[in-house]
């Protein structure tokens, strides 16, 4: 079967090459997904009898409450492409990433299931992108309903791992936490967004591109799979863990502003039973890998 995977260049996408080094990955230098009919001409082309879609405008808290209006526009333009075009060009399987950011702000339990989405809306924080995301799953059912389409799609928890985007500026937490201890000194301050509270699932990036093949070939279900370790850590705890292991001795101080959703912890219980026996990296683990990686390449 050919794949083509949108989003090829991006952090899940460099990460997938290492395990299906077989499919062929899209970058945005290669077709603009903002166009649908670049994107309709490149798959009559091609003729992919699946596509992985990934692609989409990403980042941290702070770039999310400073890029509202991007972060929309742009990934309901993408997501609506893709899936629109997938069906004109006469693309019979594809897989599109969600995210646990389009579930709702306050669940009513926890660990949420895949039957929560729609429980009320997304985190002011990340709204746009939430919602994107939750737009994407309704085109997708309305697809497979219409039109009798193998079109699925899962839901990661907080991603982190080797060649993230590590500019603490517009990075997601564990990117952004790596690099500014990194560049501290024993003894400095190191000051963090929010109180240190929320809880975070972190997915070790290689661990969701050992998944990707298996979902592609077992999850033709309709539901919103979620990828998620059960490892419920705090943002606190998580700053704490990494001080050993990049040999820090420094003052963790909370700035108190933009906590962000206090929990967002799913429940991995359906894609166990898609994909029995899947083992997840601890944080602490996969904690090391990245810095690893992170020093190796400075």
Same mark, same amino acid.
């Given at each position: 079967?050919?794949?083509?995977?949108?989003?090829?260049?991006?952090?899940?996408?460099?990460?997938?090459? $290492?395990?299906? *080094?077989?499919?062929?990955?899209?970058?945005?230098?290669?077709?603009? %997904? %903002?166009?649908?009919?670049?994107?309709?001409?490149?798959?009559? #082309?091609?003729? *992919?009898?699946?596509?992985?879609?990934?692609?989409?405008?990403?980042?941290?808290?702070?770039?999310?409450? !400073?890029?509202?209006?991007?972060?929309?526009?742009?990934?309901? +333009? +993408?997501?609506?492409?893709?899936?629109?075009?997938?069906? $004109?060009?006469?693309?019979?399987?594809?897989?599109?990433? %969600?995210?646990?950011?389009?579930?709702?702000?306050?669940?009513?339990?926890?660990?949420?299931?895949?039957?929560? &989405?729609?429980?009320?809306? =997304?985190?002011?924080?990340?709204?746009?992108?939430? &919602?994107?995301? @939750?737009?994407?799953?309704?085109? /997708?059912?309305?697809? @497979?309903?219409?039109?009798?389409?193998?079109?699925?799609?899962?839901? *990661?928890?907080?991603?982190?791992?080797?060649?993230?985007?590590?500019?603490?500026?517009?990075?997601?937490?564990? *990117?952004?936490?790596?690099?500014?201890?990194?560049?501290?000194?024993?003894?400095?301050?190191?000051?963090?967004?929010?109180?240190?509270?929320?809880?975070?699932?972190?997915?070790?990036?290689?661990?969701?591109? #050992?998944?990707?093949?298996?979902?592609?070939?077992?999850? !033709?279900?309709?539901?919103?799979?979620?990828?998620?370790?059960?490892?419920?850590?705090?943002?606190? !705890?998580?700053? !704490?863990?990494?001080? =050993? /292991?990049?040999? $820090?001795?420094?003052?963790?101080?909370?700035?108190?502003? %933009?906590?962000?959703?206090?929990?967002?912890?799913?429940?991995?219980?359906?894609?166990?039973?898609?994909?029995?026996?899947? $083992?997840?990296?601890?944080?602490?683990?996969?904690?090391?890998?990245?810095?690893?990686?992170?020093?190796?390449?400075?």
């Amino acid at each position: 079967m050919s794949v083509l995977v949108t989003g090829g260049s991006g952090f899940v996408g460099k990460r997938l090459q $290492k395990v299906r *080094p077989d499919w062929t990955y899209l970058s945005s230098k290669d077709v603009n %997904l %903002l166009s649908f009919y670049d994107v309709w001409d490149f798959l009559r #082309e091609n003729k *992919p009898d699946a596509v992985i879609h990934l692609a989409g405008r990403v980042g941290g808290i702070k770039d999310n409450a !400073e890029h509202p209006a991007e972060f929309f526009h742009q990934n309901v +333009m +993408m997501n609506t492409n893709v899936v629109h075009a997938c069906y $004109k060009a006469g693309v019979k399987r594809l897989l599109a990433s %969600l995210s646990t950011c389009s579930f709702p702000d306050t669940a009513p339990y926890y660990p949420f299931t895949e039957e929560n &989405i729609f429980d009320g809306p =997304p985190a002011v924080t990340n709204l746009p992108y939430g &919602i994107s995301k @939750r737009a994407l799953y309704v085109q /997708i059912l309305s697809y @497979r309903k219409q039109y009798k389409l193998k079109y699925s799609c899962f839901s *990661p928890s907080n991603l982190y791992g080797p060649e993230d985007n590590f500019d603490s500026e517009s990075s997601h937490f564990v *990117p952004a936490m790596i690099s500014k201890l990194h560049r501290a000194n024993d003894g400095d301050e190191v000051m963090f967004w929010g109180t240190g509270e929320p809880k975070r699932q972190q997915l070790y990036v290689d661990d969701l591109c #050992e998944a990707i093949p298996r979902l592609l070939e077992k999850h !033709e279900g309709m539901e919103a799979v979620i990828v998620a370790p059960e490892e419920n850590l705090s943002i606190k !705890e998580m700053v !704490e863990l990494a001080l =050993p /292991i990049m040999d $820090k001795n420094v003052k963790i101080k909370f700035n108190q502003d %933009l906590d962000g959703q206090f929990r967002k912890d799913g429940d991995n219980s359906l894609f166990n039973s898609i994909i029995p026996g899947f $083992k997840f990296t601890s944080f602490e683990e996969g904690l090391k890998k990245t810095y690893e990686w992170y020093k190796n390449k400075r």
